[in-house]
């Protein structure tokens, strides 16, 4: 049987949806860390008043990430660390396949190095473009972006 979550490691938490998360995770009883690069979509003001602990990083900066795991030591890892723009995806990709390929590689490998019991990675239906008609499923083909 699963341990019940306790300590919580979520990165990508200044976001938008990201911050609410933590608000939300807060008020549930919940030890919250967060990790953000603050990029131009991430504001520290969405935090503000809420108990966590807050650490600038790169999802991508594999030292920086198992200090914090070490450090923190979470029982889960939510990320919601990503470029999340779909329009910015086609202009400047690059950006993209470091923080949503390469970051979320980094936090795998450091959540199964340090056994972190949960891992829960936020995607969204974006990947699957627009539907005239009926609904999506998750074996639907990704339409949108590369
Ligand atoms: N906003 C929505 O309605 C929605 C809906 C469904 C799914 N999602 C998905 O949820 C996730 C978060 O969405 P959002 O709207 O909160 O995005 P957002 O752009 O508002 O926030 C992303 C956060 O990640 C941080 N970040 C970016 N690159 C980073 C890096 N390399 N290292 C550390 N932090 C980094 C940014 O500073 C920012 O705080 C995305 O994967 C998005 O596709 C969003």
């Given amino acids: 049987m699963r341990k019940r979550i306790r300590k919580i490691l979520v990165t990508g938490g200044a976001g938008f949806i990201g911050s609410e998360f933590v608000r939300q995770a807060v008020k549930g009883g919940l030890e919250v ?3 953000d690069k603050l990029t131009y979509a ?3 003001r969405r ?3 809420i108990p966590l602990r807050f650490h600038k990083a790169d999802i991508c900066d ?10 923190r030591n979470p029982d889960t890892i939510v990320n919601f660390a990503a470029e999340s723009h779909v329009d910015r995806s086609i202009l400047k990709p690059q950006d993209f396949i470091a923080t949503n390929v ?4 980094v936090l795998l490998d450091a959540a199964k190095k340090h056994a972190v019991g949960l891992f829960c990675q936020i995607s969204t239906d974006e990947i699957y473009g627009d539907i005239k008609k009926g609904e999506f499923t998750e074996k639907s083909p990704f339409l949108i972006s590369p």
Avoid: C
């Fill in 42 to 44: 991430g504001d520290l």
């Fill in 33 to 35: 860390t967060v990790i």
């Fill in 47 to 49: 935090l503000k008043g």
């Fill in 102 to 105: 390469t970051g979320t590689q």
């Fill in 62 to 71: 594999k030292k920086a990430i198992e200090l914090v795991i070490k450090r």
